[in-house]
């Protein structure tokens, strides 16, 4: 027993002596790297730390941990580690994140996320002195919340993505002293020495091409004393994330040494980056560049007259207040190219609150669908646009992400993720080309519900959405419905004439007391949530105009069949008879009880999604008081009080096109 004590305590000492230092200079293959994420090695033993996955972080650590501090004072030892790196944004002028070496206390960092928080914190615990993390970022996006200083710079971070101390990329010549820039997304392989001195408290980060050799004066210094920092034992690795742009982060080699330099890599000897595109490169160089340069000379000449002559085409207005949006605001200019124009070939939708385009950022090559809302008053516009904004910052893989935006006279353009496969009702009406299975019918349903619980209850603010109807739920290239359009309605709210309440919302989804009142709730949510749920299962609108003067309300047939204990005789004919019965009926009856017409009788999202997921069964819909005049009674109130506004000889293109109460009531106002 004493001596398998002996035996073990011997093995921990000889790995904890071994583990103050290692290098890496023929790839990570037999490593066991700790990899998290959508970190992974390539064949040949790099590590990437990112793929093309958007919003994912990824960390890569040495699997053991290093003693860091003098058990005698409890001072951090020196240390020191070099390592080689290689940042390639899929388009050249780009990129995604960057990436930071970091010292942490646990091996990856479970609570961070991605994007600008690079894998390492998150909103809350960013800067909090009780995360002892060391950080050097080589960070390629400038993030103003953090400070960033440009968007290619390195900085030290201790606990905070607010740089202690950070300076554009380079290096300082060994011969003549010069500062060289370097970019850090060139994709070129770069090598960067980080060392502490214990003695003088004192951190270098040193920055340099693979060819050249470890330059004499230090790129960036702090002085600090990591003891408070950082603890006992800590584990070394690299994190990184990824945003909307896909960029691949690359570490190459990597050496490491506590008390001492770290040994030297040799280049020659590092495993080969990926053949990325070489072939295509070599021809590039030959045919391609001259081509390219002409087209390009000439196109900018031809590009600068047609600016000349239409300067006022793109003018656009920037206020003050605004400069502090300044990653999220696009140039009208690059919306218009990017959209051709405005063409009307590149109209994706019309809907409640403007024509949708698709566009092709320039330059980037991003995808994007760009909304042109057209807005009268300049009151509440800042209010609005901060809102936005932090909207723009809500991330859900069932909201469609919002890129940022562009103000010009009456008119706000808003920049969105595209979406590939367009809006769910083209899917559910007229004879849809592709009819949806009932499964990929009732994943859509779970992940909306999953995405407007996170409006009401996921984020540091309530998000009345106010418009939740199929023509909203936007699906990705995996068929995911991603509700879009979130927050939009309330720049009616921010209306000119304070006394008319401008009702937001589309005729069947409003819920009764939100006709009333004019006031949006989650309770008005949960009932257009409920309108939408019907739609999906019964592939019908839920006011269908079925003759010039007959109109059937969905809820109501749906209500009439529940009564006839035959709720499934309500479902879509196309769904055939492949469907769970159970999940049909659940779905059905969850309409029903998101259509109660007293708000207090429906379930919260957060109980939706319970259902949903068959946490909790469904109360049962006999013992409300459920009734079929309770359900209509909102709409039968709509059509007393708004006679004008909802035109009753509705025609064919009208009802392709959702129309929304906002629509009528600001065209009749006009
Ligand atoms: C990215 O990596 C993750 C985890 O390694 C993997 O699940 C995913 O399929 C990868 N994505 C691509 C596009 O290669
Ligand atoms: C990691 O890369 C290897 C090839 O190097 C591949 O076989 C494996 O599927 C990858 N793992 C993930 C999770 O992507
Ligand atoms: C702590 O002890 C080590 C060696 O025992 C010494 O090198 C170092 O200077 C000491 N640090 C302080 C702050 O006293
Ligand atoms: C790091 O040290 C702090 C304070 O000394 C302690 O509260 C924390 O639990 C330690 N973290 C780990 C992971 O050991
Ligand atoms: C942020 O990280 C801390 C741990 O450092 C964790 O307790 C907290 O729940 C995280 N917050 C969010 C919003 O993820
Ligand atoms: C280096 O970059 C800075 C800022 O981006 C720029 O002002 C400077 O002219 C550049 N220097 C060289 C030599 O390219």
Redesign the pocket.
Same mark, same amino acid.
């Given at each position: 027993m004493f001596l398998n004590l002996v035996l073990v305590f011997f093995l921990v000492t000889l790995v904890a002596s071994k583990d103050n230092s290692f290098i890496y200079n023929n790839g990570f293959q037999s490593s066991h790297l700790y990899l998290d994420g959508?970190a &992974?090695?390539?064949?040949n033993g790099i590590i990437r730390l990112t &793929?093309d996955t958007k919003q994912q972080k990824a960390h890569a650590f040495y699997p053991n941990p290093i003693v860091f501090k003098n058990t005698f004072n409890g001072s951090v030892s020196s240390f020191a580690t070099t390592f080689v790196f290689a940042i390639r944004p899929e388009y050249p002028t780009l990129s995604g994140h960057g990436i930071v070496f970091v010292v942490s206390p646990t091996k990856g960092l479970p609570y961070s996320i991605p994007s600008q928080y690079l894998g390492l914190f998150n909103q809350s615990n960013n800067g909090n002195t009780n995360n002892h993390v060391f950080g050097v970022e080589l960070d390629t996006i400038q993030s103003k919340e953090f400070n960033d200083i440009n968007d290619n710079h390195v900085g030290i971070d201790i606990n905070d993505l607010k740089s202690d101390n950070s300076t554009p990329a380079g290096y300082y010549d060994d011969n003549n002293g010069q500062f060289k820039n370097l970019s850090l997304y060139s994709g070129n392989p770069m090598q960067v020495w980080i060392e502490y001195d214990s003695e003088k408290t004192k951190i270098d980060v040193t920055l340099a091409p693979i060819n050249v050799v470890k330059p004499k004066k230090s790129l960036l210094s702090l002085t600090q004393d990591l003891s408070p920092i950082m603890n006992n034992s800590m584990y070394v690795g690299f994190s990184s994330a990824t945003g909307s742009v896909f960029t691949s982060h690359y570490v190459l080699g990597w050496s490491f040494k506590v008390n001492g330099q770290a040994q030297e890599l040799v280049i020659s000897q590092l495993p080969k980056l990926p053949r990325f595109g070489e072939k295509k490169e070599s021809k590039f160089l030959t045919v391609g560049l001259p081509l390219i340069l002409l087209s390009l000379v000439f196109m900018i000449t031809l590009g600068v007259i047609y600016f000349i002559k239409r300067k006022n085409k793109f003018a656009e207005i920037l206020e003050d207040w605004e400069h502090e949006y300044g990653p999220h605001r696009f140039k009208f200019k690059d919306l218009y190219f990017s959209t051709k124009g405005f063409k009307e070939k590149g109209l994706l939708g019309v809907g409640g609150f403007g024509r949708v385009y698709k566009g092709v950022m320039p330059g980037s090559k991003l995808e994007v669908a760009v909304k042109r809302v057209s807005h009268e008053s300049r009151q509440g516009m800042r209010e609005f646009v901060s809102e936005i904004v932090s909207i723009g910052r809500l991330r859900h893989r069932n909201l469609v992400p919002l890129l940022g935006y562009c103000r010009r006279k009456g008119e706000l353009l808003l920049v969105y993720d595209y979406m590939p496969n367009g809006s769910l009702d083209n899917f559910l009406y007229n004879q849809p080309k592709v009819s949806l299975n009932w499964h990929q019918r009732f994943k859509i349903i779970k992940g909306v519900a999953s995405g407007l619980f996170y409006l009401h209850e996921g984020w540091e603010q309530v998000v009345i959405h106010r418009d939740i109807k199929a023509s909203n739920v936007l699906l990705d290239a995996e068929m995911n419905g991603r509700l879009g359009d979130f927050g939009l309605a309330r720049l009616y709210d921010h209306g000119a004439d304070p006394h008319t309440t401008h009702l937001v919302g589309t005729v069947g989804y409003l819920a009764p007391e939100h006709t009333r009142t004019g006031k949006a709730t989650k309770f008005t949510d949960v009932f257009a949530f409920g309108a939408f749920l019907l739609e999906v299962v019964c592939g019908k609108r839920p006011i269908d105009h079925v003759a010039e003067n007959e109109t059937v309300i969905l809820v109501d047939s749906v209500f009439e069949c529940w009564k006839r204990g035959e709720i499934l005789e309500a479902k879509d004919i196309n769904l055939g008879s492949d469907y769970e019965s159970e999940e049909v009926e659940l779905v059905l009856k969850l309409g029903l009880l998101c259509s109660h017409s007293e708000p207090m009788a429906r379930p919260s999202m957060r109980q939706v999604v319970q259902y949903l997921e068959r946490d909790i069964p469904v109360p049962d819909l006999s013992l409300l008081s459920l009734s079929s005049s309770g359900l209509t009674f909102g709409y039968q109130e709509f059509f007393e009080d708004f006679p004008m506004s909802y035109p009753s000889s509705m025609d064919k293109t009208m009802s392709h096109t959702s129309v929304s109460i906002a629509d009528s009531l600001l065209s009749g106002g006009r």
């Open positions: 959508i &992974n090695l390539t064949s &793929n």
